[in-house]
């Protein structure tokens, strides 16, 4: 027993994940090189991916991982990579005031988060390892490809013009 | 099943869990060292040569000796290098190399798989994780041959993986799963057999982009060692070489073993036991990736990406209508 709470293989991930979560957002924020910052946010999105995939969500866990660990973490750096120049390091800190106010604004955040949180009664099943009958994967592709068929090409439809659009935009400036 | 989120943890489990994780990774140190010289062997009796025959009977501990020598180099970071980042890059390549192992389905009693719903995502996911270790290693060398061999692979790991993906859609639409296990029985009942057959264009779009993925000859453009040293790694000795080296070669058995998985029958076949025929398989898919390697010419820089983008996701997509169709059909 950990807290009250029994001490499975899930429990200890959750806590394992938490941390890495918590520790790449500190390092996004604190560290100064830009490249470092893509790192600790890759970092973030794997704890995150991970947090699906207890929530057994594994789908969308890996959809998370492939998209934003590997594709937008790649294509940040791979921008970074191209534009920066020289010294990229970030300017001075900050006056305590500022800080003072950032440090108030934190604790009623803080608070008021856990008055909410603990004033919530949440929905709670005895069986809560699997709560799905089917795997993921089926469940969204029934919801996407049955029931909300039209709104989801509808969707595609505005995203692929988005994107032809944005191509002929950037061909028009050469 | 067992389920390691209901389990309570003791030491006992974790300690099986971390017996099971340092049995695979020797399996796969194993099979690395000797993928190695079975390459050097192929590629040497392919161009008239002997290869390896000094080390051992055969040569056979060439690669132990190798291996071995890299680990007690010196271990050199550059003074202008990005330090920690210099550090971590063979590990973010390393890892997910090693993570993607857990999904295959090597024997039929599935001793070492992990049953996931979600395996072949699983396995396209965590190996878009290795392009960021790569990129990084060659930003953080702070030399220009790596920061080119860096983007260059970044830019064609992240070009072929989408052929890769939409090739084998193809076999997920016969299956009716992302489950490798259940791909992998489903091919038992198929009524064409193996997916190789009805999945033939899916096949070769899949090996082509796996050579692409693997920056294997014809697509070795990133460590085109006649124009950019060595790519990526150009400043890594020692050991952290010796990791980019390394998950180079478990991708490609994991390659050929998730090919094996998914077109080949997996472990399915007569008379012999399961593991001996997944073995037999992926091995005759590690040879091609030999063969191909040691017969084609690179190709051109500015072939590569409009043979990506214009040739093989058309091809792909095609091969997915296809099966679409068919299967309405049929």
């Known amino acids: 027993m950990f807290f009250g709470m029994p001490l499975t293989g899930q429990t200890v991930s959750f806590f394992l994940l938490a941390l890495l979560i918590i520790a790449s957002g500190v390092m996004l924020m604190t560290l100064t090189k830009v ?24 789908f969308v866990g890996m959809a998370q991982i492939l998209v934003y660990a590997g594709a937008i973490t790649i294509l940040m750096v791979f921008a970074l990579m191209l534009t920066q120049k ?32 603990r004033g919530t009664t949440w929905p709670y099943s005895q069986s809560a390892v699997d709560p799905y009958t089917q795997p993921t994967v089926v469940l969204i592709a029934q919801s996407l490809y049955h029931t909300y068929t039209i709104p989801f090409e509808l969707l595609s439809l505005i995203l ?15 | 099943m067992f389920s390691w989120q209901a389990t309570p943890l003791r030491p006992l489990t974790l300690l099986g869990m971390l017996i099971g994780v340092v049995v695979v990774l020797a399996l796969v140190l194993g099979i690395v060292t000797y993928l190695i010289y ?18 051992g009977p055969l040569g056979l501990l060439q690669s132990v000796a190798d ?6 180099k010196e271990d050199i970071i550059p003074a202008n290098a990005d330090r920690a980042l210099f550090l971590l890059a063979p590990v973010i390549a390393f890892v997910p190399s090693f993570m993607v192992l857990a999904v295959i389905p090597y024997t039929a009693s599935h001793i070492f798989t992990a049953n996931l719903n979600v395996g072949l995502l699983y396995y396209i996911a965590l190996s878009s994780l290795t392009i ?33 993906g939409l090739s084998v859609l193809g076999v997920v639409m016969l299956a009716g799963s992302l489950n490798l296990v259940t791909i992998v029985q489903h091919q038992a009942t198929d009524r064409f057999g193996w997916y190789i057959i009805p999945q033939i264009i899916g096949f070769v779009v899949f090996m082509i982009a796996a050579l692409a993925e693997l920056n294997r000859t014809p697509f070795d453009l990133p460590e085109a060692e006649s124009e950019l040293v060595a790519g990526y790694f150009t400043e890594y000795s020692g050991f952290r070489f010796a990791f980019f080296m390394l998950s ?7 390659i050929s073993a998730l090919a094996t998985t998914l077109f080949l029958g997996g472990w399915a076949g007569p008379f012999l036991p399961s593991w001996l025929w997944f073995a037999i398989k992926t091995s005759a898919i590690i040879f091609f990736l030999f063969w191909v390697r040691a017969t084609m010419p690179r190709m051109r820089g500015d072939q590569l990406m409009s043979f990506a983008w214009k040739v093989l996701i058309p091809v792909a997509l095609f091969n997915v209508v296809l099966t679409g169709a068919l299967s309405l059909i049929g």
């Open chain 2, 38 to 55: 079975f390459e050097r062997k192929v590629i040497g009796w392919m161009q008239g040569r002997i290869g390896p025959n000094r080390v």
């Open chain 2, 132 to 164: 960021l270790g790569i990129v990084m290693a060659g930003w953080a060398s702070n030399n220009k041959y790596s920061l080119l061999g860096g983007m260059r692979s970044a830019a064609q790991m992240i070009s072929y993986e989408i052929p890769l």
């Open chain 1, 35 to 58: 490249m470092h910052m893509a790192v600790a946010l890759a970092g973030v999105f794997l704890g995150v991916a991970g947090i699906f995939i207890l929530l057994g969500a594994d």
């Open chain 1, 86 to 117: 020289g010294d990229d390091t970030e300017s001075p800190e900050a006056s305590t005031g500022r800080s003072l106010l950032t440090l108030l604004g934190v604790v009623v955040f803080t608070g008021i988060m856990l008055l909410v949180l």
């Open chain 2, 248 to 254: 180079e070669y478990v991708y490609v058995f994991a």
């Open chain 2, 67 to 72: 291996v071995l020598k890299l680990l007690i």
């Open chain 1, 160 to 174: 692929t013009a988005a994107l032809v659009g944005s191509v002929v935009i950037a061909r028009k400036e050469d």
